[in-house]
């Protein structure tokens, strides 16, 4: 099984330049959510889905918009880096918090390295 | 404000030596508190769930239990393959989408 599939692996910016990091999950999972992760910061939220057709805001959106484009995939688009947003970016799906134990754990992708120059 | 911090940072032990991971929290309202365990390069991987205050999971060395303050996460005789950042985090009851993490501590087993 792939789990949670993320691409890029790797990618260098320069200031000012656009991207889109993609995300994929085969697990059938409701909810999804983009976090990034900084040296001593622990991983943050950037922004998430509960079901397809909805999206909110975590703790850090600034510079960031989201796409979910339909059950399996949700996308985060960078319109204008900045070195602030050098980070590992992770995204992860569930089932349905608040439904259940079984439904409760976050399964995670392998990251995206991201340098904004 | 919602707070989860992990001690020590970093932590080097000898294999075989047992020790615990802290996780702290001030949450209004806890659903529950995750351990994940994170390889480097790699993403989360879950451990443990924890819902109310006595409850303890085991899962071969490794043991969490939980309190109403925090959560500590045992290793018994560890080996070198438990080397990895152990990370906590905490679901609300309001807001139940968001999981909130610690920094994390980075065990490390010399052998």
């Known amino acids: 099984n792939a789990g949670v599939t993320q691409t890029p692996k790797f990618q260098v910016l320069k200031t000012g330049q656009s991207m889109t990091l993609q995300c994929a999950q085969d697990m059938n999972h409701n909810s999804m959510y983009w976090y990034r992760q900084d040296p001593g910061m622990g991983l943050r939220l950037i922004y998430y889905s509960a079901s397809e057709g909805t999206t909110d805001k975590g703790e850090v959106p600034n510079g960031y918009n989201v796409s979910r484009l339909n059950k399996r995939e949700f996308s985060l688009r960078l319109e204008s880096a900045a070195p602030s947003q050098t980070s590992v970016y992770f995204c992860?799906?569930?089932?349905?918090?608040?439904?259940?134990?079984?439904?409760?754990?976050?399964?995670f992708g392998s990251g995206t390295q991201l340098s904004v120059l | 404000e919602d707070q989860v911090t992990q001690s020590p940072e970093a932590l080097r032990l000898q294999e075989g030596e047992s020790s615990s991971l802290n996780c702290s929290y001030t949450v209004s309202g806890l659903r529950g508190l995750f351990w994940y365990r994170q390889d480097p390069g790699k993403g989360p991987e879950f451990l443990f769930t924890?819902?109310?205050a006595g409850e303890e999971k085991e899962k071969e060395r490794l043991k969490a239990t939980l309190t109403k303050k925090e959560s500590f996460l045992h290793i018994t005789a560890p080996k070198p393959e438990d080397s990895a950042t152990y990370l906590c985090a905490v679901r609300k009851i309001q807001g139940a989408q968001k999981l909130v993490f610690g920094q994390g501590t980075r065990l490390t087993i010399n052998p």
């Open positions: 992860a799906s569930s089932s349905t918090p608040g439904q259940g134990a079984t439904n409760e754990k976050l399964f």
């Open positions: 924890l819902y109310s």
